[in-house]
């Protein structure tokens, strides 16, 4: 199912008119809408997967500025700004990190939900990457009480770090042709290589296992 995040287009009602209003306050409709200098286009396919990082730290940062609940005094305006302040950091945190993206574009846009309670079951990694994680464990097995383990896990961050990007290309490229299943089964992978990564960054000197958790 599809879904289309779009700016309500109905007519606003004489109670909604005196609502208080933030000059320079963006879209808020969806997390694209928010950055408009930064993706006019909207999520992919329209745009490109990919972010220009400077690009939205540029806009969040302009956003910020202008709605900064410290510029109110307290009351409406000042709730307002709160609010608001929270969904822009929300945003940007979300589209500033390309897993957090794609599990965005997934749920918000084609009802796909790499996060829910039962993705373990209806999400399940595929056999091929199962096992270079299962090897990945089991070179931390062996390495992990060794003279040069910390050379050797050093290694296995290097080589983990070009999974990420390779992965990360590719959920671009499905999410660009419109493959909504690559992008899943990509979004799936990256998923357990972060996890990797934040196994192998939080490994210390004699330990022979890392502990893998999905970030949300």
């Known amino acids: 199912m599809t879904q289309r995040r779009y700016a309500s287009t109905g007519t606003t009602t004489p109670t909604e008119s005196r609502k208080p209003t933030l000059a320079g306050a963006p879209d808020i409709t969806n997390h694209y809408t928010i950055?408009?200098?930064?993706?006019p286009a909207g999520p992919p396919p329209g745009s490109t997967f990919a972010i220009s990082t400077s690009d939205l730290r540029?806009?969040?940062?302009?956003?910020q500025g202008l709605v900064h609940p410290d510029k109110y005094p307290n009351g409406a305006e000042k709730q307002l700004a709160e609010g608001l302040s929270a969904q822009i950091n929300e945003a940007y945190r979300t589209l500033l990190d390309p897993l957090q993206r794609a599990q965005y574009i997934l749920r918000e846009w084609h009802g796909i939900d790499v996060t829910a309670e039962d993705a373990s079951t209806k999400h399940a990694l595929d056999s091929e990457t199962l096992m270079?994680?299962?090897?990945?464990?089991?070179?931390?097995?062996?390495?992990?009480?060794?003279?040069?383990?910390?050379?050797?896990?050093?290694a296995l961050k290097k080589d983990n770090d070009g999974r990420v990007?390779?992965?990360?290309?590719?959920?671009?490229?499905?999410?660009?042709?419109?493959?909504?299943?690559?992008?899943?089964?990509?979004?799936?992978?990256?998923?357990?290589?972060?996890?990797?990564?934040?196994?192998?960054?939080?490994?210390?000197?004699?330990?022979?296992?890392?502990?893998?958790?999905?970030?949300?």
Request: net charge negative.
């Open 165 to 216: 990007v390779e992965c990360v290309e590719r959920l671009g490229e499905a999410f660009e042709k419109g493959d909504l299943e690559a992008a899943r089964k990509e979004c799936i992978r990256l998923r357990f290589w972060y996890s990797v990564g934040e196994g192998l960054r939080e490994w210390e000197p004699g330990n022979t296992e890392i502990r893998l958790m999905h970030s949300s």
């Open 58 to 63: 540029r806009e969040f940062l302009q956003l």
């Open 35 to 39: 950055f408009p200098q930064t993706v």
């Open 132 to 154: 270079e994680v299962m090897e990945v464990q089991e070179t931390i097995e062996e390495v992990g009480a060794s003279a040069d383990a910390e050379v050797q896990i050093n």
